[in-house]
C-alpha cells in the first residue's frame, strides 16, 4: 500500500520553529518529486514547497521563501519541511505528496492519495 505519513506538527509560538516529516512506506520516494501542502480553516489546500527527485531543485511559494527549508534523506525515504520563523498565517493542516509538484506548479498528488495531515498551529 502506497502511503505517505506527515508528523511534527504542534503548537508553537510566533516566531518558533517546527519540523515536519514526510514518511513513505510501500513505496521509494527516490523517483519522485514531493511537495509540501497545507489547507488552512476555510480555504483551500495549497502548495508551499516542492523539491525535486535529486533534491537539487526546491521551490517556495512567496509566503514562505526564506523561512522554510524543504530537504529529503534518501537513507530515511523522508522529506522534511523545517519551517523558522513562525507567523500565525502559518496555522494550517500540513500535507505532504508524491509526484505533485514540478518547480512552481502543484497539483493533485499522481502517486498515491493525500494523507491525514498534521495539525501546524501558531498562537501565543
Known amino acids: 500500500q502506497l502511503q505517505l505519513v506527515e508528523s511534527g506538527g504542534g503548537l508553537v509560538q510566533p516566531g518558533g520553529s517546527l519540523r515536519l516529516s514526510c514518511a513513505a512506506s510501500?513505496?521509494?520516494?527516490?523517483?519522485?518529486?514531493v511537495g509540501w501542502f497545507r489547507q488552512a480553516p476555510g480555504k483551500e489546500r495549497v502548495g508551499v514547497s516542492c523539491i525535486s527527485s535529486s533534491g537539487g531543485r526546491t521551490n517556495y511559494a512567496d509566503s514562505v521563501k526564506g523561512r522554510f527549508t524543504i530537504s529529503r534523506d534518501y537513507a530515511k525515504n523522508t522529506v522534511y519541511l523545517q519551517m523558522n520563523s513562525l507567523k500565525s498565517e502559518d496555522t494550517a493542516v500540513y500535507y505532504c505528496?508524491?509526484?505533485?509538484?514540478?518547480?512552481?506548479?502543484?497539483?493533485?498528488?499522481?502517486?498515491?492519495?493525500w494523507g491525514q495531515g498534521t495539525q501546524v498551529t501558531v498562537s501565543p
Open positions: 505528496a508524491a509526484d505533485a509538484c514540478s518547480g512552481t506548479n502543484y497539483y493533485s498528488p499522481r502517486l498515491g492519495s
Open positions: 510501500g513505496f521509494t520516494l527516490d523517483r519522485y518529486a
